[in-house]
């Protein structure tokens, strides 16, 4: 649980690179990952604008999971990463995937 705290607060603080030296270091410790840590590895990378990197967490999030579509939540995150990477084309796609899946914005 605190590994994901420590996650958490570097995605808040968008640094990505810190982030990823903390997932580092759990795998060195043992911990698994779960939906929590993946997400908070989107999360830091969305807010830095690596949204291919992004992306990458949420597939492994999905697999992890066995999900078939991501939540409303994760959709946020992604249309909150393409508007910090100036990629608002790409924050529109993620909004029309928003409503095919029936979430309210």
């Given at each position: ?8 607060a ?58 078939e ?30 409503n ?6």
């Amino acid at each position: 649980m605190l590994w994901n705290t420590m996650l958490k607060a570097y995605a808040r603080a968008a640094d990505h690179e810190g982030a990823l030296a903390q997932f580092q270091e759990m795998r060195r410790n043992g911990i698994r990952l779960n939906s929590k840590t993946s997400g908070k590895l989107m999360s830091s990378a969305a807010k830095t604008g690596l949204m291919e990197e992004a992306e990458e967490w949420l597939d492994v999030m999905q697999g992890a999971l066995r999900l078939e579509q991501p939540n409303q939540v994760e959709i946020h995150i992604m249309m909150d990463g393409c508007a910090k990477a100036a990629r608002p084309e790409s924050a529109v796609l993620w909004f029309q995937r928003l409503n095919e899946l029936g979430y309210n914005p």
